[in-house]
């Protein structure tokens, strides 16, 4: 199993700038992440683009913690994307961390 270990900064906001695993395996292996607030999954199949997927995921973060919000499927395509709002500012913005997993549709 592997153990995949993010910081604040490590990653971008756009699908150009973010962490990409290739290889994550559900049930086995992890994602470490300093983040003791909430975590809304979702089905990201009817989502858009990017633009999309911020919106729903400042609907769902809160200013009390550092919340994880994820889309499996996003638009249909298979992947998964995962933010992790590290600044707990309830929006998806510079600092926070956006990791996409690829072939991970649920």
Do not use: C, M, R, W
């Amino acid at each position: 199993s592997d153990t995949f270990v993010f910081s604040t900064g490590d990653t971008g906001i756009t699908e150009a700038t973010a962490d990409t695993i290739t290889d994550f395996s559900t049930g086995t292996d992890k994602i470490d992440v300093d983040a003791p607030g909430t975590y809304v999954e979702a089905d990201g199949s009817g989502t858009a683009d990017l633009a999309a997927f911020i919106t729903a995921a400042d609907a769902s973060l809160t200013t009390a913690s550092d919340d994880i919000y994820a889309q499996y499927n996003f638009a249909a395509a298979g992947n998964t994307l995962v933010v992790v709002d590290e600044n707990a500012s309830g929006t998806v913005d510079a600092g926070d961390t956006l990791i996409i997993l690829t072939g991970l549709d649920k």
